[in-house]
């Protein structure tokens, strides 16, 4: 049985902060739900209750689709070496885009990222850690830069065009209203 507590604790910052990858899940009452990794030290925990992760561009946009109907989201750590740990950050959680005046104070607390699309402030209501024991031990390696090289290359309006192609509706038809809230 895990145990749960009501803010992020110390011992649950430092797990975090050693993690390389966490795991995003998100849905609205009909749609699919949604399981996104993340990485690129995209994650910061601002305070016992809230953590915001900035979210680069990728080919679907589910988690802003999901929040604009539902804005519950759960955070997954699971620790791949040390001591044997799944961690759980649930809560309610919006995003921020370009335009919005949160964006630039929260951007400048991550190494800048092209392609960057929203940063998710997620508001923690409960936090619960469970064994990990089932987890296997992986070693990592290093980051992957394909992402990031990829949108460096195409640079900011090139990126523009990819969410008015790719990244405006989620698999299920949902907007995500990412042109109108990043693009002006």
């Not at 946009?61 to 799944?86: C, D, K």
């Amino acid at each position: 049985m895990g145990t749960r507590y009501t803010k992020i604790e110390q011992r649950e910052q430092d797990l975090i902060a050693a993690q390389k990858i966490f795991f995003v899940g998100t849905a609205t009452a009909d749609s699919r739900v949604n399981v996104s990794p993340k990485g690129m030290d995209s994650l910061r925990v601002l305070g016992p209750n809230r953590v915001i992760w900035l979210n680069g561009t990728g080919s679907g946009n589910e988690t802003a689709a999901h929040l604009l109907q539902n804005p519950r989201m759960t955070v997954m750590f699971a620790a791949f070496e040390g001591r044997p740990v799944i961690l759980r950050l649930y809560g309610t959680a919006k995003a921020i885009h370009h335009n919005d005046p949160d964006w630039d104070d929260l951007y400048a607390l991550f190494p800048p990222m092209p392609g960057a699309r929203q940063i998710f402030d997620l508001d923690v209501d409960l936090v619960q850690t469970s064994c990990g024991m089932a987890v296997p031990f992986f070693d990592y390696v290093e980051e992957r830069e394909s992402l990031s090289n990829h949108f460096a290359k195409k640079g900011p309006e090139g990126t523009a065009e990819y969410w008015e192609k790719k990244n405006q509706q989620s698999i299920d038809g949902l907007p995500t209203h990412i042109v109108e809230r990043n693009i002006a």
